[in-house]
Nanobody, 123 residues
Framework: QLQASGGGLVQAGGSLRLSCAASGRTFSTYGMGWFRQAPGKEREFVAT????????YYGDSVKGRFTISTGNAKNSVYLQMNNLKPADTAVYYC??????????????????WGQGTQVTVSS
């Protein structure tokens, strides 16, 4: 239901823009988020945005470098990633949350997940 795209191989200091689209429909969700998972590590919160008001929140490791945004229709979300570092290498997942939870930074707060897109940053 969620299709993530835009990953690839980039050198350190470069940029990528990830996209996430809801296939065939808009979601009745509170907001959307991006997470990432590197091999052997737990899924890590990256960013989240609320549809209403556009409130955003970022993980400490990406704050100031990544920007989450939504499209005009309520069926797409983007992640602009600048000044990429090798530590950003991971599979990136987009996710949708049906309603606001007390902790929007944990995977359990999200109901819909995309298939993931690989981001590799070379040094």
């Amino acid at each position: 239901q969620l299709q993530a795209s835009g990953g690839g191989l980039v050198q350190a200091g470069g940029s990528l823009r990830l996209s996430c689209a809801a296939s065939g429909r808009t979601f009745s969700t509170y907001g959307m988020g991006w997470f990432r998972q590197a091999p052997g590590k737990e899924r890590e919160f990256v960013a989240t945005i609320a549809w209403s008001g556009g409130t955003t929140y970022y993980g400490d490791s990406v704050k100031g470098r990544f920007t989450i945004s939504t499209g005009n229709a309520k069926n797409s979300v983007y992640l602009q990633m600048n000044n990429l570092k090798p530590a950003d290498t991971a599979v990136y997942y987009c996710a949708g949350s049906s309603y606001r939870r007390s902790q929007m930074v944990i995977p359990a707060s999200y109901d819909y997940w995309g298939q993931g897109t690989q981001v590799t940053v070379s040094s």
